[in-house]
């Protein structure tokens, strides 16, 4: 008898388990885990370049906390919306809601609790610029990037600003304000997005067409639209990142690297342009994580500028102007 109940406690235990398992990867699904990491990481830096030493780590804390909420509440949405698409295409079709492990409602709750959630975060513990640049990126997101997705082919640029502002986030989280430092940040995800992007929905042109999205590849059957926009943005990658230099905000290392992983990232571009295959879209793809992952490290690591020139200002009485007042202040070396 006792052997029994031992069985039976176990069977159940495991059970048990595997439905919380279940869940947790169904919510991981919902809330796009893996590219969420990748705003949260582009929001991280942005606080850290843009705030004082040492690092305030609980504002950080809050800033990471907030914004993962809000992108969690984006990503649950947009799934919301595209069931019926997503059910569609052999990419998607085994996410929670076609599916039917997760119930509309039960994410529809989810959804309004994660972002409602998310900006009171930003805005109670944070700052008020914070909390509505959040605000701003769900609602983009949800109210247009999502409905134009099976309209235009442009839905890309505007998916592409709302990759742009959680850098952006992080600014004003960290100053309460946003500097040409912040815009340069979101100026490099905003590019770094179409490459990213573009190489992806090569790779799954037919899913796309299927399921009915207005993507690049799906009307550009030969990918020679597509993979030229693809070398043309990973090219305009390497002027955005010695912008970062000339802002004062990294130094010689970030400038060598940044210009290095751009390299990399054309050459690989190069080769997708030259031949549309699936096998060269896949490289650029992964290869566009890893140059915005190795980008970011440096940026952290590298943050201390060059050295400012400082443009000569003239005195009201020219007699009063020296040599001195018209050299190159090297003072920041």
């Not at 990232?265 to 031949?275: F, S, V």
């Not at 994580?289 to 201390?304: H, N, Q």
């Amino acid at each position: 008898m006792s052997i029994v109940s031992s069985s039976t406690s176990r069977a159940i235990t495991t059970e048990s388990d595997a439905r919380r398992g279940g869940i947790v990867r169904s919510y991981l699904e919902l809330t796009k885990a893996r590219l969420s990491a990748l705003v949260v990481m582009s929001t991280a830096v942005g606080f850290i370049i843009a705030g004082q030493s040492p690092i305030d780590w609980i504002l950080l804390a809050w800033t990471i906390l907030g914004t993962t909420l809000a992108a969690a509440a984006a990503s649950i949405f947009n799934q919301l919306i595209e069931i019926n698409l997503d059910a569609k295409m052999k990419r998607t079709r085994d996410r929670p809601l076609p599916t039917g492990a997760i119930s509309p409602r039960h994410c529809f709750i989810l959804a309004m609790l994660t972002g409602y959630a998310g900006i009171a975060v930003l805005g109670l513990f944070v700052n008020l610029l914070a909390a509505g640049l959040a605000l701003i990126t769900i609602l983009i997101y949800v109210l247009i990037y999502t409905p134009m997705k099976t309209r235009s082919s442009f839905n890309t640029l505007v998916g592409a600003v709302c990759g742009a502002i959680p850098p952006m986030i992080g600014w004003a989280a960290a100053s309460g304000h946003l500097e040409i430092g912040a815009w340069i940040l979101g100026a490099i995800l905003f590019v770094w997005q179409l490459p990213h992007f573009l190489s992806l929905a090569w790779l799954y042109r037919e899913d796309y067409r299927q399921a009915g999205f207005a993507m690049l590849s799906v009307g550009d059957p030969r990918g020679d639209q597509t993979s030229r926009i693809v070398l043309l943005t990973s090219i305009l990658l390497i002027p955005l990142g010695l912008m970062v230099t000339l802002a004062g905000l990294a130094g010689w290392w970030f400038t060598i690297g940044s210009i290095l992983l751009g390299s990399w990232l054309i050459q690989l571009g190069i080769k997708l342009h030259l031949n549309h295959s699936d096998d060269n879209a896949r490289r650029v793809f992964l290869a566009s994580i890893l140059y915005l992952t190795l980008l970011m490290t440096l940026l952290v690591i590298d943050r201390e500028p060059i050295g400012t020139i400082v443009i000569p200002t003239f005195a009201q009485e020219s007699a009063d102007i020296s040599t001195a007042s018209i050299m190159p202040d090297f003072r920041g070396q």
